[in-house]
């Protein structure tokens, strides 16, 4: 997307907007038709014909009310009811999957989103998957994350502590080495 700030972007219609129970959704306008049809889907048709929102828009207070208008719209909407407004007048959206949904979307599975990962106690788990791939390369963790603790003299050891330090700072619970 962009970097700018959201209030000084150039498009009043595209971009991510927040729906009443609290969900995100993201408008790609296609063309100057969309406009037209995001005022019906939000139900303030008469706004198309308003010469203040003539397109393009250049001025950028009027960016600014336009979607304000959009947001307050969207805001009173459930992203259920967005969606089949904005699929009814075919304008290109589509929601943010929450991290659930994501996890137990088949089409994420499918696509090499997640690696099965072994949990160090004879199961594994669904983890995300690197999205670097070289061909001919396993992408599967070569074994389990460390148990908490596990390596907690050698990482000290590495950086710089004396044993007799590790071992002060084991006793005095600052440093857990194993299971705690």
Do not use: K, N
């Not at 048709?45 to 979607?67: H, K, T, W």
């Not at 599975?109 to 690197?130: K, L, M, N, V």
């Not at 000290?156 to 440093?175: F, H, K």
Request: net charge negative.
């Amino acid at each position: 997307m962009t970097a700018q700030p959201r209030e000084d972007r150039p498009s009043a219609l595209a971009g991510y907007f927040r729906t009443a129970d609290d969900r995100w959704f993201f408008i790609v306008v296609r063309s100057p038709a969309c406009f037209p049809a995001i005022m019906r889907a939000i139900g303030r048709p008469e706004i198309s014909g308003d010469p203040r929102f003539a397109l393009p828009l250049a001025d950028l207070e009027r960016v600014r009310e336009l979607r304000a208008i959009v947001e307050a719209a969207y805001g009173r909407m459930t992203l259920a009811e967005v969606c089949e407004r904005l699929t009814r007048e075919d304008v290109a959206h589509a929601p943010l999957a929450t991290l659930d949904e994501v996890v137990a979307d088949p089409l994420a599975h499918a696509a090499g989103c997640f690696t099965e990962t072994p949990d160090g106690r004879g199961g594994a788990f669904a983890a995300p998957a690197t999205p670097i791939r070289f061909d001919g390369e396993s992408t599967a963790p070569p074994r389990p994350a460390p148990g908490l603790g596990e390596h907690t003299r050698q990482v000290l050891a590495e950086a710089g502590y004396s044993p007799a330090a590790i071992d002060a700072m084991l006793a005095a619970g600052a440093a857990v080495q194993g299971a705690p």
